[in-house]
C-alpha cells in the first residue's frame, strides 16, 4: 500500500471536482461525498503508517521538466514524519467534514462549503507528501488558495472579506522569503530535492553563511503560515469563517504547515547555530506575547485563536532548542486537543448564538456533553497531569533547559502559568456560574454528529501523549529517530511546570469561577495594560498607519509619476507622430507637380551631400 500512498490526496481532490461541478444536484446530501472520500484517505493513511512501522523511507518520482542538464521531477515520499503528518491531517478533516454536517446544515452553499473544505484538505495532503521543495511551493500556495476560501465563506460579510484578503495577503509575505530560499538552496545544490540538500549540508557544500541565510528565509515562510510574531495578525482575524473551519485550518493543517516544513528541512537548520537561535527567539516571543493577549480576550474563538499562536510558538521554541521530537510531539497533541477546544467553542456558538463570552455562563448544566468535552481539551493544553498536553509540553521545556537559553526557557515556563489561567478563565466564564445573556432563550445540546466527533477528539487528547513519555516509552520519538529520540532532563522541570499550571487554574477559579478575588485589576477599562493587551499591543494599527500608510503614499507617487511624466512623454510623442503625419499628409495630394518637386530637391541635397563629404558617405 505504501507504494501507493499518492491516491491519498486524490480523494479529497475528487471530493471538490464533483461538488464543484455538480453540488446543485446534491443540495443537502454534499456532506455524504466530501465525509466518505475523506474518511478514504483516513483509512489509507492508516494503512501507510503501520507499513511505515515496519518499513524504510518509500520514494518514487517521475521527470516533470528538463531544462538543460538540470531535470525536475515530481512524486511523493513516505518516511517517518510525513506518515504521522497523513494520519493527523486526514483524521482531523474527517472529523471536521462529519462534525459540519451538523454545524453547517441548512446553509445554502452546502456543496461550496464541503467543495472548499476537500480542496484545502488536497492541498496539505500534497504537501505532507511532497519530496521536494518545489512541489513542496506548489501545494503550499494552494493551501494558501484554500484557506482564503474558505475563511472567506461568508463572503457577503465585509469582515470575513477582510479577513480573506488579509490572511492571503500576510503569508504571501511570507510565502517571498520562502521563495527567495528556494532559489538560494537551488543555486548552491543544484536541486530542488530534499535529500540531495540534505547530502549537500552534510559534505558542506555550502557555506556557512549561505545555510544561515537559507535557513531563515525559509522559516520567514514558515513565519507567514504559521502565525508567528510578527505575521501573526491574520490569524485572529480568520476567525471570520465557519468555526468548523477554524478547528481545521488552527489544529492540523494550514498554521501546522509552517512547523511542519521547519522539521521536514531540520537538518538544514540543524547545521547552523543562527537560524536555531533565530527560530527559538521567534518562537518564545511569540508563545508569551499571544498567551498575554489571550489574558483579555471576549470572544470565545478569538482567544481560542491566540492560544493558537501561542502554542505555534511553543512548537517553534522545540524546533530551534534542536528539540525535533518535542516540537513534532507537540504538534501532534496540540492538533486533537485544539480541534477538540474549537469543535467544542463551536457547540457553544451553535448553542447560544454569540460569540461574546460575556454573554455566556452557566451552560455546564445546559451543554453537559459540551461541558465535558471542553473541560478535558483545557485540561490537556492547560498541562493537567497524565494528558496529552502535559507530556508534550515537559518535552518542550526539557528541550529549552537543554539548550542553555534561560531566557526563553523562564519565558516558556512563564507561558504554561499564562495557558493555564486564560484557558480555565474562559472556562469558567463559559460554564460557571449563572447566565449573563441580555435575553434567556432555550439552550439545546449538540446533535450525535457534532459532539461525536468532539468524542474521538477527546479520547485521542487524553491517550496520545502516552506514545511518548519517560514513563511508558519514548515510542515516537525513537521511531521518528531511528532509535534515538530520547532527551533525559531533571525531574524539577515537571513538578514546576505543573505547580504553575495548577497555580495558573487555582487564579482563575478564585477569580472567575469562586469570584473571590476581583476582575478589576485585570479588566478595569482605564487600565494602560488592559487596553495594550484588548488592542493586541497595536500591532495592527502600526501595521495601518506605517506598511499601508506607506505602500498607499508610494501608489500614489507612482500614479502621478505616471500622469504627468509617463503620460506626458507619450502624449508629446503622440502629438509630434500625429503633427508629422498630418505634415506629410499634406504632400500625398496626387499632383504630379509636387511629386517631381520633391524628388528633385531630395536629388539636389543628396549631390550637396555627396560633394561636401568628398564622395565618402
Known amino acids: 500500500m505504501i507504494e501507493n500512498a499518492w491516491v491519498i490526496p486524490l480523494f479529497p481532490l475528487l471530493s471538490f471536482l464533483v461538488l464543484i461541478t455538480f453540488g446543485r444536484r446534491f443540495k443537502e446530501s454534499s456532506f455524504k461525498i466530501g465525509i466518505f472520500l475523506t474518511l478514504l484517505s483516513f483509512i489509507f493513511s492508516v494503512v501507510v503508517l503501520f507499513e511505515r512501522f515496519t518499513s524504510s523511507t518509500y520514494k518514487a518520482e517521475a521527470l516533470w521538466l528538463e531544462v538543460g542538464s538540470t531535470q525536475l521531477t515530481v512524486g511523493m515520499e513516505v518516511n517517518q514524519l510525513n506518515a504521522l503528518m497523513l494520519v493527523i491531517v486526514s483524521l482531523v478533516s474527517f472529523l471536521v467534514h462529519t462534525y459540519s454536517a451538523g454545524y453547517m446544515k441548512g446553509d445554502d452553499r452546502l456543496s461550496v462549503y464541503y467543495a472548499y473544505l476537500g480542496l484545502f484538505t488536497f492541498a496539505m495532503l500534497g504537501l505532507v507528501l511532497s ?87 525559509i522559516f520567514i515562510g514558515a513565519v507567514g503560515k504559521s502565525g508567528q510574531f510578527p505575521l501573526h495578525t491574520w490569524l485572529p482575524d480568520a476567525m471570520e469563517g465557519p468555526t468548523p473551519v477554524s478547528a481545521l485550518i488552527h489544529a492540523a493543517t494550514m498554521v501546522a504547515a509552517g512547523v511542519y516544513l521547519v522539521a521536514a528541512l531540520f537538518p538544514l537548520f540543524e547545521a547552523s547555530e543562527a537560524a536555531l537561535l533565530t527560530v527559538a527567539i521567534v518562537g518564545a516571543v511569540t508563545a508569551i506575547f499571544a498567551a498575554t493577549i489571550a489574558l483579555v480576550q471576549t470572544d470565545i474563538k478569538r482567544v481560542l485563536a491566540y492560544s493558537t499562536v501561542s502554542q505555534l510558538g511553543y512548537m517553534m ?71 496529552s498536553g502535559f507530556f508534550s509540553k515537559d518535552e518542550i521545556l526539557i528541550s529549552a533547559w537543554n539548550a542553555e537559553n534561560p531566557v526563553l526557557f523562564v519565558l516558556a515556563m512563564i507561558t504554561a502559568f499564562l495557558t493555564a489561567f486564560y484557558m480555565f478563565r474562559l472556562f469558567f466564564m463559559v460554564f460557571m456560574g449563572e447566565s449573563r445573556a441580555d435575553h434567556q432563550e432555550e439552550v439545546h445540546e449538540s446533535p450525535t454528529i457534532m459532539t461525536l466527533p468532539m468524542t474521538v477528539l477527546a479520547i485521542l487528547t487524553i491517550v496520545a501523549g502516552y506514545i511518548n513519555t519517560p514513563w511508558f516509552g519514548t515510542f515516537l520519538g525513537d521511531w521518528l529517530t531511528d532509535g534515538h529520540g530520547h532527551v533525559e532532563g531533571p525531574v524539577w ?81 503622440r502629438g509630434t507622430v500625429q503633427g508629422l503625419g498630418k505634415l506629410g499628409s499634406k504632400w500625398q495630394n496626387g499632383q504630379i507637380q509636387v511629386y517631381g518637386t520633391v524628388a528633385f530637391v531630395g536629388l539636389a541635397l543628396l549631390v550637396v551631400i555627396y560633394a561636401l563629404t568628398g564622395g565618402n558617405l
Not at 527567495?180 to 555550502?206: K, P, T
Not at 513534532?328 to 448553542?351: E, N, Q
Not at 455546564?364 to 498541562?383: C, E, H
Request: with cysteine; net charge neutral.
Open 493 to 573: 522541570i515537571m513538578l514546576v511546570a505543573t505547580i504553575l499550571s495548577l497555580l495558573g487554574i487555582c487564579l482563575a477559579w478564585l477569580i472567575y469561577g469562586k469570584q473571590s478575588l476581583s476582575r478589576d485589576w485585570l479588566t478595569s477599562k482605564t487600565s494602560v495594560a488592559y487596553g495594550i493587551l484588548y488592542n493586541k499591543y497595536f500591532v495592527d494599527e502600526i501595521y495601518q498607519y506605517s506598511v499601508v500608510a506607506g505602500v498607499k503614499v508610494f501608489s500614489l507617487f507612482l500614479k502621478y509619476v505616471e500622469w504627468f511624466i509617463v503620460q506626458g512623454m507619450a502624449e508629446v510623442i
Open 317 to 387: 521554541l522545540a524546533l530551534g532548542s534542536a528539540g525535533y521530537v518535542a516540537g513534532v510531539f507537540h504538534l501532534t497533541t496540540h492538533a486533537f486537543f485544539k480541534a477538540l477546544l474549537f469543535l467544542a467553542a463551536g457547540s457553544v456558538i451553535h448553542a447560544v448564538h454569540t460569540q461574546d463570552i460575556e454573554k455566556m455562563g452557566g451552560l455546564w448544566k445546559k451543554l453537559p456533553k459540551t461541558g465535558v468535552l471542553f473541560l478535558i481539551g483545557t485540561m490537556a493544553i492547560s498541562g493537567v497531569p497524565l494528558l
Open 131 to 217: 519530496p521536494n521543495l518545489l512541489q513542496t511551493y506548489i501545494f503550499w500556495e494552494l493551501v494558501g488558495l484554500g484557506s482564503f476560501l474558505l475563511i472567506g465563506f461568508y463572503f457577503y460579510k465585509e469582515e470575513a472579506k477582510r479577513a480573506a484578503k488579509k490572511a492571503f495577503i500576510m503569508t504571501r509575505i511570507g510565502d517571498v522569503g520562502l521563495l527567495i530560499g528556494m532559489i538560494l538552496l537551488f543555486w548552491e545544490v543544484g536541486s530542488f530535492e530534499y535529500e540531495a540538500i540534505f547530502q549537500a549540508v552534510r559534505d558542506g557544500v555550502i557555506s556557512e553563511g549561505m545555510l544561515t541565510l537559507t535557513a531563515i528565509l
